[in-house]
């Protein structure tokens, strides 16, 4: 079993408060949630209305391939939101 996590920093400044942002990151935590049977959360940021950062958590049997279904989770994120990815990084434990 491998346990994988991904932390997405996105800038949105189309968002101009504190209430338009979390109706956005709950739309998309719970699309990418819904679409890709992971675990998604807010995990920093909070107080800042353009900057949203999520962490996906994903766990993966020993055949898979972490790397591909991240992938996939970015271009849906992509596809999703108006908000621009400005930073990405992953870890395998």
């Known amino acids: 079993m ?4 991904m932390r997405v920093k996105l ?45 996906i958590a994903l766990v993966f049997s020993d055949g898979m391939t972490p790397d591909s279904v991240w992938d996939c989770i970015l271009n849906f994120i992509e596809a999703n939101t108006e908000a621009e990815i400005t930073e990405v990084s992953r870890e395998i434990r």
Request: hydrophobic fraction near 45%.
């Open 2 to 5: 491998i346990v994988g996590v």
């Open 11 to 55: 800038y949105a400044p189309y968002i101009h408060s504190l209430k338009e942002k979390r109706m956005e990151v709950k739309s998309l935590t719970a699309k990418v949630g819904n679409k890709f049977n992971v675990s998604v959360a807010e995990v920093d940021a909070q107080n800042l209305h353009q900057t949203i950062i999520i962490a």
